[in-house]
C-alpha cells in the first residue's frame, strides 16, 4: 500500500513538473525569478516529499509548520483579494495537516496532505498569474 501511495505522489509531483513543460517546437518563455519568499518555499515543499520518501516524519513536521509561517509573512499576501485569502486559507489547512499527520506518524494522511499542498501552489498560481493579466488589460 506505502509503494503505491508514494508512486502516486511521485506520479503527482512528475505531472505537474511535466506540464510545466512546452511542447516540442514551441519556444519557451525566459525562466522568471522567484522571489526569496517563494524560494524557501519551494525547498520547504521539496524538504516535505524528501521527509515523505524516507518516512522522516520530524522532517515532515518541521517544514510543514515552516511552510505554514511563510504563508503569514507580509510579502506573501501580494494581493488583497477574497479569492487570494481563500487560497492562502487552504494552503495553511492543507500545511497544518502535514504536520498533524507527521506528529501522528502517519505517513498515508501527510502524503495525501502534500498532494493537497502541491495542488494548492498550482491552484493559486495560476489565479495570480490570471489575476496579474486581467489587471494588465484594464
Known amino acids: 500500500m506505502k509503494r503505491i501511495l508514494f508512486a502516486g505522489v511521485f506520479l503527482l509531483s512528475l505531472s505537474l513538473v511535466q506540464a510545466a513543460d512546452p511542447p516540442s517546437g514551441v519556444k519557451p518563455s525566459p525562466p522568471s ?72 506518524k502517519d505517513i498515508h494522511r501527510a502524503a495525501i496532505g502534500y498532494v493537497a499542498l502541491t495542488v494548492r501552489c498550482v491552484e493559486c498560481h495560476s489565479y495570480m498569474r490570471k489575476y496579474r493579466l486581467e489587471s494588465v488589460k484594464q
Open 33 to 104: 525569478q522567484l522571489t526569496p519568499l517563494m524560494q524557501m518555499k519551494l525547498d520547504k515543499s521539496k524538504a516535505i516529499l524528501e521527509g515523505l520518501a524516507l518516512e522522516n516524519f520530524e522532517e515532515i513536521a518541521v517544514n510543514a509548520k515552516r511552510l505554514r509561517l511563510l504563508s503569514m509573512e507580509s510579502g506573501w499576501n501580494v494581493i488583497q483579494t477574497e479569492e487570494y485569502a481563500a487560497q492562502n486559507q487552504d494552503f495553511r489547512r492543507s500545511a497544518d495537516l502535514i504536520a498533524a499527520a507527521a506528529a501522528d
